[in-house]
């Protein structure tokens, strides 16, 4: 994976307050992946899990599709002052086995309404990401915790295009549904991995001297921009997921599953080839890159609705996919500068909490105007959201240069 943090200037420290070298940094990343494989492998196949579990025609698919992101954004919040009060470690080990327990509940459900219990579990109990992001900025500072944060996307990005292959590749010797007892294993391997780790420290003389304003002073306003950037960008991106094949069914007919599949995944390979380099390119002007990257991601998606041809498609999607990579790396910088004097638990938690928002307010929003307008509806909605949120974020910049 080519998102390896970048070297900084924190350095790690001996003992049982060092900070976290880079084998450390990338075995966090690793364990989040596999950890990653059921939650975002098996959802795509609830239309063939459901039938089995008293529900025929999958009407509740998409319902059941949102579940653990509602409870995962209720939950984040709580999970993470705690780990600001108990230790990281110990908070992202309870994640990993909370993911496994949900796994092996889901995996053994033999109704409907046991199954949906397993998910609300999953969300409540599971938040890996956010426990991961909180045990790095615990032991990271500056431009390697930015490093590790885009590492850490990389993780979720190499996850939803390698696990529906391989829930699929699978399916023909065991259901998806029972694959959830198979890949209870994971978090569980994972779990095991990370008890070998140190809880994270960073000595005072890893951290640099703070001049200028109090840290709350200093960053509350960048702590609120954060949320509301996390939210519009995971809105703007994620309510183009649901309805893709279905556009790509309606303007490319007989086109093979296959090559959807790949122009589905096409934006998160384009992230994980390039983000160690936008990295290094946002760094010191992440906003200016973030508001660069929203504009990007509105023409990609506006791209969408006028797309007729394989060749164009490629075309929108690369497109798409630059602006994912370049806003999401700027999210990575700006959580990395907004961390800095603060309990990561309870921030990370709560950017969690505003993440899985925006992503449910996008499916809610998707499925009402596709169903009114049409498949290309949702794309186009995102792009509007986007340009608004990238012109603001512009004159809002031009407005604070001329003051």
Known sequence: MSTAAPQGSAHAIAGPTRGLDRGQVHAVAACYFVASFATLG???YFTAILPGLGDPTARWAGLLYVIPTVFSALGAPFWGRLADRFGRKRLLLRAQLGLSVSFLFAGAADSLPAFTAALVLQGFLGGTFAASNGYLAAGLEGPRLSGALALMQGGARASLVAAPIVVGA????????RQYLLMAVLPLAAA???????????TPAAKPERAGPAPCDRTDGLLRLLYALEFVFVFSTVISFPYLIALLDQRLPGLS??????????PHLCYLLFAARAHNLVLGRARLGFALGLAVVALGL?????????????TVRLVFGAGLTLG??????????AAHGRAPGRMFGTVEFFSKGGAVAAGVVAALVAGRYGASAPALTGAAT???AATALLLSRTRRRFR
Do not use: K, M, Q
């Open 42 to 44: 098996l959802p795509p």
């Open 170 to 177: 699978l399916s023909p010797w065991i259901g998806p549904h």
């Open 192 to 202: 095991a991995l990370l008890a070998r780790l140190p809880e994270p420290r960073l």
């Open 257 to 266: 599953p296959t090559v959807a599949g790949l122009l589905f995944a096409l």
């Open 302 to 314: 506006a791209g969408h609705a006028a797309a007729d041809s394989l060749a164009a498609f490629v």
């Open 328 to 337: 999401l790396v700027s999210l990575s910088v700006l959580a990395a500068e």
């Open 386 to 388: 986007a340009l608004a």
